[in-house]
């Protein structure tokens, strides 16, 4: 009866290798992954998993405030593999990245030690350029050819320097005698004339590093005539009788 009880034992540590021994994350330093806005699955690496099973589940823990966003789906009880995901939206503009512990929990109750975990949120181009301003406007000498009238400028709130970043301005006004740069820097393309118009206006808009662009902006030009001083009501010719003295030359002429 012994030895029966002796053998009983032996096939229980045969069958059960792992048993009362701690499970361990599969991992050497940190966790690092990547999860859009929209949320779903994290891309980590290395893939979550931890030897010494099987594993019943992951437990996370963190020291910010409020509850995290994210939760462990077992995928192999006997590796350990999971998937960590999103349990709803991100905003990468309010939190970018989250750093928190996971622990593997052994079906055995054990407890393996912590590793750290650095999730990234990545940006959805979710915002529009917009305007610094609602309208512009500047002013150009008739005739001058100006390297700069005027600079536009329009923000973008998207996170990421792709999305988040303007990276081109457009004049979408046909067959203006002006151009603008991707730093928003407005010239004039050839010499104005104050005869032909006075005022052109133009309509601008911004792109996004990410190819969405914003709603068009006015921009105003005012040519100023070109001051031209000269003198008026000069008589062509004059009468002076001699012994009457001194006389004015040009009595009525006028400079303008």
């Known amino acids: 009866m012994a030895d029966r009880g ?5 096939l229980l540590l045969l069958v059960s290798p792992a048993w009362g021994k701690v499970p361990r994350l599969e991992v050497d330093g940190v966790y690092k992954g990547t999860v859009s806005e929209q949320g779903g699955k994290v891309d980590l690496v290395p893939q979550l998993s931890a030897a010494n099973g099987p594993i019943c589940g992951y437990r996370i823990d963190s020291t910010q405030h409020g509850k995290l966003p994210f939760e462990v789906f077992m995928q192999d009880q006997e590796t350990g593999l999971a998937e ?31 590793a750290e975990v650095h999730v990234t949120v990545k940006d959805v181009n979710e915002f529009l350029p917009e305007w610094s301003e609602g309208e512009y406007s500047g002013q150009v000498a008739e005739g ?4 700069a009238i005027l600079t536009v400028q329009a923000t973008d709130r998207d996170c990421s320097p792709t999305f988040g970043s303007v990276c081109s301005y457009t004049i979408t006004s046909p067959g203006q005698p002006f151009a603008v740069d991707d730093k928003g820097v407005v010239r004039n393309t050839v010499p104005l004339s104050a005869n032909e118009s006075r005022r052109h206006v133009i309509s601008v808009v911004a792109k996004d590093c990410g190819g969405r662009e914003s709603s068009p902006v006015l921009v105003t030009i005012s040519v100023l005539p070109r001051c031209i001083t000269s003198w008026t009501d000069v008589s062509t010719s004059m009468t002076y009788i001699p012994g009457t003295g001194p006389q004015p030359v040009f009595p009525q002429a006028k400079f303008q």
């Open 144 to 147: 001058e050819l100006a390297d």
């Open 84 to 114: 960590l995901r999103v349990r709803r939206p991100l905003d990468c503009e309010t939190k970018e990245n989250y750093v928190f512990d996971v622990v593997a929990v052994s079906c055995t109750g054990d407890f393996s030690p912590r």
């Open 6 to 10: 002796a053998l009983a034992s032996l």
